[in-house]
């Protein structure tokens, strides 16, 4: 299993179905899977999960191509197709600097994971953050666009808080996850 | 059930090349965001929403302007406290409200973020999925994205339902005695857990499937797959180039004019 994984991670049928899956991976956790928040009485949606998850497992231009991919889709698919553009870029950017994040540190050393996880949060919580409030401060004033910072912000912190656990969950339950890094 | 926007309908717009469409949209977008003052901005504004009545009907206008309501509010709402300047139109207290160029700055925000929503809106709604990919395949978007995303668009309704399914099964494992993980925050995100790693599982060992059925269609073989899908050109197409020209002409020369005032 280990030499085809091997073999296949350099091959283009592989990447792309590995791509076209993780796009639909972070469209369902985009649109359907929601959690409540109870003192706003609104959702905050699973996207960077799904976006931390494909950065640690597959690598960062896995992540760039399917969070970016998976994000716009979902919000054509949801109705908010004038986001998606602005999405794609936000979200892509932020898995791909994740990803290069966990490339570099590596993922063995506890504290070097540690740090990684930090570092990836705020760096990845300012990308996103900071794309959608100056592109939201641009179409609709810069007001409006700082009411969305701490739902952002909440949504990152999902990302780390359930991204991790479900990589290291992932990758036990599923060890041949391990080589399909690029 | 996830669904695309696109409708189908005989509408001029809807027979309109998907390739002038993919034109014409990121110049009418541009327009919103030239300094052309709050009439300007809401009358172009109000073409769309005519243009999105006459083509798709007055139902239809609604429909992207609920999905942004409260952010509208929100606008309302903050955007009068950014902009103090101008002439007092509101105040208590000594405390000033509303200002003339606070209210003028309010309705080109609200004018330009309900516009822009219209005009994705008209184009998703009035354009299918496989011609906007078609479309970008024209303008040279390379084949292997196009293909990830024709995949990627066939996989969601799949993975959507195993999420049904894992949902349900891991329901079936409480007891009828058992207390509700959903009643507690902690036991909410508990419960979405075993759920989310089965569905991630699940959907990771499509993977070499997948693979699999892309290496038998030739992805990846030295010599390229000839392509059978091309992007047919409507009868009227002439017609549909020369109103393209014409309203780019009046897009440049509205310019023109905005600028040398």
Partial sequence: MENQTDKSKQNLAFRIAAIAVLTALTTVCTMIIRVPVTPTRGYINLADVAIFFTAMTFGPFTALAAGGLGTALADILGGYAQWAPITFFAHGVQGLVIGLIFKTSGTEEKGKMVMALVISFILGTLIMAGTYFVTGGLMYGFGAAATEIPGNILQNVAGVVLGFPLYLAVKKAYPPIAGYRW | ?261
């Avoid at chain 2, 009545?53 to 009068?80: C, D, H, N, S």
Wanted: proline share 5%.
């Fill in chain 2, 1 to 261: 059930m996830i669904d695309t926007l696109y409708r189908d309908a005989p509408s001029a717009l809807h027979r309109y090349d998907s390739r002038l469409k993919l034109f014409l949209l990121p110049l009418l977008l541009i327009i919103f965001f030239l300094p052309l003052g709050t009439a300007a901005v809401c009358a172009y504004t109000l073409t769309f929403i005519l243009l999105t009545m006459a083509v798709l009907g007055f139902r239809e206008v609604l429909m992207p302007l609920k999905a942004i309501f409260p952010l509208l509010i929100l606008i309302t709402i903050l955007t009068p406290f950014f902009h103090r300047a101008g002439e007092p139109l509101l105040e208590t207290g000594g405390i000033v409200l509303l200002t003339d160029e606070g209210a003028a700055e309010t309705l080109v925000y609200i004018a330009r973020f309900s516009g822009i929503s219209l005009l994705f809106f008209l184009f998703f709604r009035t354009t299918a999925m496989e011609n906007i990919l078609l479309g970008l395949s024209w303008y040279r978007l390379p084949y292997n994205m196009t293909l990830v995303i024709s995949i990627a668009l066939r996989y969601i309704p799949h993975l959507a339902g195993l999420y049904g399914q894992i949902k349900a099964a891991h329901a079936l494992r409480c007891g009828i005695n058992d207390e509700l993980p959903c009643r507690r925050k902690r036991g909410r995100i508990g419960g979405l857990f075993p759920i989310l790693v089965s569905l991630v599982i699940q959907s990771v060992k499509t993977i070499p499937t997948l693979t699999m059925a892309l290496e038998l269609k030739g992805i990846g073989r030295s010599n390229p797959r000839s392509r059978c899908r091309r992007l047919e050109s409507p009868a009227n197409i002439r017609m549909q180039l020369f109103f393209t020209l014409v309203l780019l002409v009046l897009m440049l020369s509205a310019l023109v004019v905005f600028l040398t005032n």
